[in-house]
């Protein structure tokens, strides 16, 4: 073993649990998840989009898939990773009132963001990481706040920036770094982009600057398909690109006023985000009742209103406290402002009813799972969670949707069935083989390695026993001068 056993060992080791690491890494199913926000279903048809195109000629698109209401960012996003309606996990707004904890949520409040009680169910990245796999999230709704005592492995903090390629390029390669780590390699990844609807807020859907930023979101695309391809990760990555909503246009002359209808101090919370408001009356049931009748009959034409017992089913938005008493949902196209002072005009909006075309959101996937050129019918966004928890070879947490729902876009091999529970059975029953196998070899080289240590250790203590010893003598002369120990060989 030489002078130093411990070095070689501890370098034959490391070079073995590299070695085991990367070939388990290497059949190890691996999802990347990326969100263009505000991506409307049609804006692939605005401009050419080569590299979408790439996904979708090596792939699968669907025609539209269809958002959960209300069709608003925060919820939404969540709804994707937990598969749950936003009755179902709890977050039915950017902004809303819990009554049970007497607190406001709210997207720009730090507080109630990274706090873990405001988020129900169980997001991809915890199903995932209880189950044994390993998360980075480069932005996305709850992933800083801790849920069922879990945070991704990896995980940015959210910053406000301006949007640049060199930044966008800058977040690509960061989650290729997270997919290509040889010691700490991440079977899952969510990568978040602001864009297109930051500018289609500012300039509304159908403007210039909503084309060229859709030329943007293709061009890091490509980006991340060359990147994808230089490091090795085609055969083994798959790639799922959507958003969590649309946009449609908006005109100053189609809002109403609440001050102009109702005693606003009648109400003990009165959250207002344009194109719906939630209203929270005072105690009091004749005042529920005076508010309810006020409002329904503003502008009934353009104007829903709702008890909260009365939303219909079909919209998954009733069985949650948080929902207020009062529902206010403007038709798509109209605002409702709180006072004449309220100045947040945009010319483009979302969060109007989820049945509406320009709140479909776009879909496209590729990879070793998927069918090739394949157009599917469109399906609903509570669905994505049970294709990722297939896609990683995970068992997904209570949910709203159905893998049934979205098989079509696997290809063949890849569609549950007997023969393909056997043969996932089969990789599992290999992989668990091999790391046992491996194991084996690890104690057993350790008990190798202690056996070499413990003689080692024996022979020094015989050695230094010999050379503690006083003087030594030649059995010819007595008289002769001693020999130090250091003397021998």
């Avoid at 998954?316 to 529902?327: D, E, F, Q, S, T």
């Avoid at 409702?336 to 947040?344: G, S």
């Avoid at 996937?365 to 995970?394: D, Q, R, W």
């Amino acid at each position: 073993m030489g002078r130093n056993p411990q070095i070689f060992v501890k370098t034959f080791l490391y070079a073995i649990l590299i070695i085991f690491q990367l070939a388990v890494c290497e059949h190890t199913p691996k999802l990347l998840l990326i969100s263009f926000d505000g991506f409307r279903w049609d804006y692939l048809s605005k401009t050419d989009t080569p590299n979408f195109d790439r996904i979708t000629n090596n792939g699968v698109r669907a025609k539209w898939i269809k958002d959960s209401f209300t069709s608003l960012t925060f919820p939404n996003h969540y709804t994707i990773a937990t598969g749950l309606y936003e009755e179902s996990h709890g977050i039915v707004a950017n902004i809303f009132y819990d009554p049970v904890f007497n607190e406001t949520f709210q997207i720009g409040n730090e507080t109630t963001v990274l706090d873990g009680k405001f988020w129900g169910g169980e997001p991809i990245w915890v199903t995932n990481q209880l189950q044994g796999g390993r998360t980075g999230v480069y932005y996305w709704p709850g992933s800083e706040a801790e849920i069922k005592g879990v945070r991704p492995n990896i995980y940015e903090k959210y910053i406000k920036q301006e949007v640049s390629m060199a930044l966008w390029r800058n977040r690509t390669d960061t989650v290729i770094e997270w997919l290509t780590d040889p010691e700490n390699v991440v079977d899952l990844a969510l990568l978040y982009f602001k864009e297109p609807d930051h500018t289609g807020h500012i300039y509304g859907p159908e403007s210039p600057e909503v084309v060229q930023m859709i030329q943007q979101c293709d061009n890091i695309t490509g980006y991340i398909l060359d990147q994808i391809e230089e490091h090795g990760l085609s055969n083994l990555l798959n790639i799922i690109i959507t958003s969590d909503h649309g946009m449609t246009g908006m005109n100053r002359s189609r809002f109403i006023t609440l001050d102009d209808h109702i005693d606003t101090h009648q109400t003990k919370h009165l959250i207002n985000y344009i194109v719906g408001t939630s209203v929270w009356p005072k105690s009091g049931e004749n005042i529920t009742e005076e508010l309810y009748k006020n409002l329904s009959s503003i502008d009934p034409e353009h104007v829903q209103v709702w008890m909260k017992k009365d939303i219909p089913p079909e919209y998954h938005y009733a069985n949650n406290r948080r929902i207020a008493p009062i529902l206010m949902s403007a038709n798509e196209g109209w605002g409702i402002k709180e006072n004449w002072n309220d100045t947040h005009y945009l010319l483009g909006r979302h969060g109007f009813n989820n049945s509406k075309m320009d709140m479909h959101p776009f879909f496209v996937a590729t990879g070793p799972v998927f069918k090739k050129g394949f157009i599917s019918e469109p399906f609903e966004n509570v669905n994505i969670y049970s294709l990722m928890c297939h896609i990683l070879g995970i068992n997904p947490a209570p949910n709203n949707g159905s893998l049934d729902a979205v098989k079509q876009l696997l290809a063949d091999e890849y569609i549950p069935d007997e023969e393909y529970k056997y043969t996932q059975l089969q990789f599992t029953i290999a992989k668990w083989a091999g790391i046992c196998f491996g194991a084996i070899i690890v104690i057993v080289l350790l008990i190798y390695v202690i056996k070499e240590l413990k003689m080692n250790s024996q022979m020094r203590k015989e050695v230094s026993g010999f050379s503690n010893s006083n003087l030594t003598y030649s059995e010819r002369d007595e008289n002769r001068e001693p020999l130090l120990s250091t003397d021998f060989p």
